[in-house]
């Protein structure tokens, strides 16, 4: 490994460890303390989300003179039975509920949780929806309200679609209607709420649905899972944005700006609403969870103008899990709820990964040979960079007795040592930076799947060799001790990667021309990965343990094929070649610009000297 690989093994790793810090490496699985969920209603956006009392469900039983009195046309609304249906597809159970005339849960049918319970994405214990317009009577919450509905239990047919109506009459032509689609195979639910009359008694210009949600806990690893859990959203100019996922306080913005959609978004699941036209405003807010059965409460606050609900407005929920492909087709730039990593490398995962990942899948079954065979095709695409970067150690190598000698020489003036390296380099014909451009090169596939395997749903749950689940850290052995920066687990695949990147920094040791401490650097580095990604997915970690032994293949197969002493000819014979050679313009330009500094310091020198 010659200086420059080492300076670029030395950057990844200050950037993960950077990453680890401010982005907590996640810690071992939490018991889950049986407390009480949290029970939401109808809030204020300057109420803390802990303080919110549960939804009443008791049936109104007011004098109805009173209720017309309080309510006006909407009291015939305000008192009746509750009832619930559920409409059952091939990936979904919803549950209706005519008060309110809305979803009060839903259970994800193709996914369990980590302890393997049914996943219900959320219900009337952990979610609330309220929609409240401004009346000749004052505030009415429209979710408070009986709807009437013919709709009963009943199972969706693959390919099928069904509607759910709801219809609350409210006399002389009025009435407020909620119409619901549920399509078999879809994880979106299409919505449309309107307002029927009613216009001398609805003084206020807009409509506010209030979404108050306690985020539960699906994964095994609490800590991974909370800092990434946010609420995201999409405006009319293309910008995806969100709240700061990582963080122990509470965060809130005010949107003013059309608003395209909104999503409580975590980890691998998603719960969000997709406005046909656009909100007009949006308070969103974030509170961390003590409860382990919850991950984060979230609380969005969205205005739609009346007269889109006069006209019907139209929406979309989604209810289901975070496959960058699935999310695609939802709506645009919905897909950005799965994180593929900064602009500089997502752009791998995005257009090459995830297809190349998704084709793999519809043939192979076993996630961990799919890994194998990216890895087996990365690494054959780079192969010609590899064999490269090999071919300049080796110059380097053959070009070590004239370096030691320049060293010797020169060793204690870095400029004019510096100076005739590059002499030396352009005698020869030899150019150290072919060692180093194709590790940069490199760089955006390494970084891309240090984002892309931790974030992919399809990996939750899928068992290799020791592995349970390649989402999150495997378990080789369970200590009885936490060690810091560690955990209290150990790793198998993120040893073997350890132990793998070793074996790789020996092998490029036996052609590099870096000594002293450098050459020490290259095996102090996976030691300090070995601890930064303990606890990150196995699936990454066992992605760079095969990317390791296949680079260290093909090296050996390389140097199998490479004669030094045909390339220390070469070398002599660009010795001869550029004997008589002029130097290029750049040239001359770099070596005049390298004296000016060389006598700049000397000057320097000399002036520090005279004070003295």
């Not at 609304?77 to 009832?83: L, S």
């Not at 996943?119 to 009577?137: G, Y």
């Not at 087709?329 to 090459?352: F, H, P, Q, R, T």
């Not at 073997?496 to 050459?519: A, D, E, F, R």
Request: contains cysteine; charged residues 20%.
């Amino acid at each position: 490994m010659d200086k420059n690989q080492t300076i670029g093994l030395v950057l990844i790793a200050g950037i993960l460890i950077v990453y680890s810090i401010f982005f907590t490496p996640p810690k071992q699985e939490e018991p889950i303390v049986n407390t009480d969920s949290t029970s939401v209603e109808q809030v204020d956006p300057g109420q803390p989300i802990e303080q919110i009392a549960p939804a009443a469900t008791s049936v109104i039983e007011e004098d109805t003179s009173k209720l017309s009195e309080k309510f006006g046309l909407f009291a015939g609304a305000m008192q009746g039975e509750e009832k619930n249906f559920i409409v059952e597809t091939q990936n979904a159970k919803y549950t209706f509920s005519n008060k309110g005339g809305g979803i009060e849960s839903v259970e994800l049918k193709d996914y369990v949780t980590f302890d393997n319970k049914p996943l219900i994405l959320f219900d009337k214990e952990s979610s609330n929806k309220s929609l409240n317009i401004a009346t000749t009577k004052g505030n009415i919450d429209l979710s408070s309200l009986y709807f009437n509905s013919k709709n009963t239990n009943q199972t969706i047919s693959e390919g099928d679609s069904t509607i759910i109506r709801f219809s609350a009459d409210l006399g002389n032509g009025n009435s407020i209607e909620q119409t619901y689609v549920i399509h078999s195979g879809k994880y979106d639910v299409d919505y449309e709420l309107k307002v029927n009359g009613l216009r001398n008694d609805i003084i206020g210009k807009d409509l506010t649905l209030t979404w108050v949600n306690a985020m539960r806990r699906f994964e095994k690893n609490i800590d991974d899972s909370r800092n990434k859990t946010t609420i995201r959203y999409y405006t009319l100019d293309e910008d995806s944005d969100n709240l700061k996922a990582i963080s122990s306080d509470p965060q809130q913005e005010t949107l003013t700006e059309g608003i395209k959609w909104l999503s409580f978004s975590q980890k691998f699941f998603n719960a969000g609403i997709i406005a046909k036209n656009a909100f007009t405003q949006a308070t969103i807010e974030t509170i961390p969870a003590t409860d382990t059965t919850v991950v984060k409460n979230g609380l969005m606050q969205l205005t739609v103008p009346i007269a889109d609900v006069y006209d019907g407005a139209d929406f979309k929920y989604y209810y289901g899990p975070q496959s960058y492909l699935g999310l695609k087709k939802v709506a645009e730039g919905y897909e950005d709820n799965v994180y593929m990593g900064y602009k500089l490398v997502s752009w791998v995962n995005k257009y090459i990964i995830v297809n190349l990942f998704a084709f793999l899948e519809k043939y192979i079954g076993n996630y961990g040979l799919i890994i194998m065979i990216i890895v087996l095709i990365v690494k054959l695409a780079l192969f010609p960079l590899t064999r490269k970067s090999y071919l300049s150690m080796a110059k380097m190598k053959a070009l070590k007795p004239e370096l030691d000698a320049l060293k010797e020489k020169f060793g204690k003036d870095p400029q004019k040592m510096q100076q005739e390296q590059m002499a030396l380099y352009r005698q020869f014909g030899a150019n150290p930076l072919q060692g180093c451009l194709p590790m940069v090169l490199q760089m955006p596939i390494l970084f891309a799947m240090f984002f892309f395997f931790p974030n992919s749903i399809e990996l939750r749950q899928q068992s290799f060799l020791w592995a349970n689940d390649l989402s999150t850290y495997d378990v080789l052995v369970n200590l009885p001790f936490t060690i810091p920066f560690y955990g209290a687990h150990i790793s198998g695949f993120t040893l073997l990667m350890t132990v793998s990147t070793i074996l790789y920094t020996w092998s490029n040791n036996q052609v590099s021309t870096v000594q002293g401490p450098m050459k020490s650097i290259g095996y102090v580095m996976p030691v300090i990965f070995m601890f930064v990604l303990n606890s990150y997915s196995s699936g990454l970690t066992f992605y760079y343990f095969v990317s390791n032994i296949i680079t260290f293949s093909q090296q050996t197969l390389i140097r199998k094929f490479v004669d030094e002493d045909k390339i220390r000819a070469t070398l002599e014979e660009n010795k001869k070649k550029n004997s008589n050679k002029k130097k290029s313009k750049f040239a001359q330009g770099l070596e005049e610009a390298m004296k000016a500094s060389r006598e700049a310091q000397k000057q320097k020198q000399l002036q520090k000297k005279k004070k003295k």
